[in-house]
């Protein structure tokens, strides 16, 4: 976490700028050491060398203190509602664990025996698919035995909404009273689950949206119409803050639609809930849900209804964060994605299989198995590590405070450029929303190709010898969850691994390049290995001889009937043997000749083809060498 307390324990006559002003001059000298340099010539401060940059332009400092110190949020459930929504939640419970079911096959009977053994083994909320294989007919079948008024249950009906929405409320008139009446909260609310406004940007069917206000309008109680999703916004691509910002003017389109049609402004807010996308960036998600809610209390206090501006948040882990390479790391990657909406407050959260993002035909493990291991997941963190038994645990936190602060004054500025051009239906139909998405989809993608985003198992640590998947890389909306728009973080990559996939098959042997270590496994090792590593995110095998010398290369490339070889050794190596290896490298067959390591490291002018190194872009340069290699075994064929 990026906080450190600075301690004046041990100088109570210093100020708290010259203990930072201490702090900032000691770590002066650790980067000036690190970059070899003086503190004199360091082109910024400390501070400003060690800070980051997040992919919604916000930057993260290396150390808060009590400076960043800001004024205490209320309490959970009270204005500004930045520490919570729910007053009443019990700690014992904490956050509902919200299964889905639906998204397959599974008959009425059988769907049902499934929530039931799940309520049994800790579920707590319900998300049901209507439209696939259960139809709004199936409900009665589906929730029998379903204390409707202890489960909050959220509906994902598509277009059939209005039907399933009316089926739901008949049978929660005719279904059995718990024996012990819940008192209603925030966690207890029954969504009908519409979105038209979100879903007419990712190309999911839903309800149309003047039918979907005159249901609101009816004002049931215990239930809410909209369900504003930020998903279909983030699983196409967009930043923290630009979510936030589009849900937040959907959800303001509503509340006008529905004051329109002669609804109070504190009922029209009781009508919305939000679905927000929690990522594997922990802090960040920790901020999304506590910015959300400040944001949306301050539009409650425009429009007069300050006490109604609670926002009811359902987590969902984001599908496009998910791979189809190495599908196990998802379990990681949604561990901490429902640790960051637990800690941030989310009143539902919803863990996505492990397997989410692979066609159900392809995958290998049962869905028996995948429903448990996401189940178990949220249960581990509640159970276990006990984080739902203190609300807002963050708070107080330098670092999630102003994190949270300047997440949420990002996105109320783009807020205010949404209001500006006119509202979330002008700027739907204008395509400023697609031009914004995908602005933020070409930073993350490009942060990704450079290896800057880290994708476990993709771009990086990739294991080369993983079974194919039997199918090419699938971003479609055959995917449960999936939309037109989705596009994973991971898909660049796992396209090129396809790839190499389709030369194995037809060929029996990966796309492959030589190394050539100089020197000792000590003086190469690292180059080696990285190396390796970057070659496998593409699919290439790295052939690696062990330690050669300059007269060896012509028999190593004869040997491994090589097209492309890669020289790697340290810089002083380089500048011992780097110019005849590369003489004896050029005498070959091969087609390029390249470097590990920064091109200035090489000494002579004549330079290899180019440089395999940290920061390039990889995804070119991996398509590139396929292209080479893929070119140079058709014409060895042929």
């Not at 360091?42 to 004024?71: C, F, H, Q, V």
């Not at 079911?101 to 053994?117: H, S």
């Not at 399933?164 to 909260?185: D, F, G, V, Y």
């Not at 051009?421 to 697609?434: D, F, K, N, Q």
């Amino acid at each position: 976490m990026s906080q450190t307390t600075a301690s004046t324990s041990d100088r109570p006559d210093r100020s708290l700028d010259e203990v930072y002003q201490s702090w900032s001059q000691a770590a002066a000298a650790v980067v000036a050491k690190s970059r070899r340099t003086t503190v004199e010539e360091l082109p910024a401060t400390a501070e400003e060398l060690l800070s980051t940059e997040t992919i919604d332009g916000l930057r993260i400092r290396p150390l808060y203190t009590r400076k960043d110190e800001t004024a205490e949020s209320g309490l959970p459930g009270g204005f500004p509602f930045v520490r919570g929504a729910d007053p009443d939640r019990d700690v014992t419970l904490g956050w509902r664990v919200t299964e889905r079911f639906g998204d397959d096959d599974t008959p009425p009977g059988e769907v049902n025996r499934q929530i039931l053994e799940a309520l049994e083994n800790g579920t707590s909320g319900l998300w049901l698919r209507i439209g696939g294989a259960l139809t709004v007919t199936d409900l009665d079948a589906v929730l029998d035995g379903v204390y409707l008024d202890l489960i909050p249950v959220t509906v994902d009906a598509g277009a059939d909404g209005i039907a399933a929405a009316r089926a739901l409320l008949e049978q929660q008139q005719r279904a059995s009273a718990a024996p012990e009446a819940p008192t209603p909260t925030v966690a207890t609310i029954t969504s009908f689950g519409f979105s038209p406004l979100t879903a007419a940007f990712s190309g999911r069917p839903d309800v149309d949206v003047d039918e979907a206000t005159a249901i609101a309008a009816e004002a049931i109680a215990g239930v809410r119409t909209f369900r504003v999703d930020g998903t279909d916004f983030a699983t196409a691509g967009a930043d923290h803050g630009l979510e936030l910002a589009l849900i937040v003017a959907a959800a303001v389109t509503h509340l006008r639609d529905l004051t329109a049609a002669g609804m109070s402004a504190a009922d029209a807010l009781n009508q919305i809930t939000f679905a927000v996308s929690a990522g594997d960036d922990q802090f960040a998600t920790i901020a999304k849900f506590r910015a959300l809610r400040r944001i949306w209390s301050r539009v409650a206090e425009v429009v007069g209804a300050p006490d109604a501006g609670a926002a009811a948040t359902h987590a969902v882990t984001d599908l496009s964060m998910q791979t189809q390479r190495d599908p196990w790391v998802n379990m990681l990657r949604t561990t901490i994605a429902a640790f960051g909406a637990g800690i941030g407050g989310a009143d539902q959260v919803t863990v996505l299989g492990f397997d989410a993002a692979i066609p159900a035909e392809h995958r290998t493990s049962s869905a028996t198995f995948s429903r448990r291991i996401a189940r178990n997941t949220q249960l581990l963190l509640l159970e276990e590590s006990n984080i739902g038994r203190v609300l807002d645990p963050a708070g107080g936190s330098w670092f999630v405070e102003t994190l949270t602060h300047e997440m949420a004054a990002n996105a109320w500025t783009v807020f205010g450029e949404i209001e500006a051009a006119g509202g979330y239906r002008r700027v739907l139909e204008s395509g400023w929303i697609g031009e914004r998405v995908g602005a933020s989809l070409a930073r993350r993608d490009e942060s990704v190709a450079h290896r800057t985003i880290a994708v476990t198992g993709v771009n990086e640590f990739p294991n080369l010898d993983e079974k194919p998947l039997g199918a090419p890389t699938a971003d479609t909306a055959d995917l449960p969850l999936g939309t037109p728009r989705l596009a994973r973080v991971g898909r660049v990559f796992e396209e090129l691994r396809d790839r190499s996939d389709g030369v194995l098959a037809a060929t029996g042997a990966r796309p492959s390049v030589l190394m050539l270590p100089l020197g000792s496994v000590a003086e190469h090792n690292a180059r080696t290995t990285f190396v390796a590593n970057l070659l496998a995110a593409g699919g290439i095998s790295a052939i690696n001889p062990g330690p050669v010398s300059a007269d060896e290369i012509g028999e190593l490339v004869r040997e491994h009937q090589a097209s492309i070889a890669v020289l790697c050794a340290s810089k002083q190596r380089y500048a011992d043997d780097g110019a005849a290896a590369l003489a004896a490298a050029r005498a070959t067959d091969l087609s390029s000749v390249l470097m590990a390591g920064p091109e200035k490291e090489w000494p002579d002018d004549q330079r290899p083809d180019g440089s395999l190194r940290i920061g390039i872009d990889a995804v070119a340069t991996l398509r590139g060498l396929l292209d080479q290699l893929t070119n140079a075994s058709a014409g060895a064929t042929s």
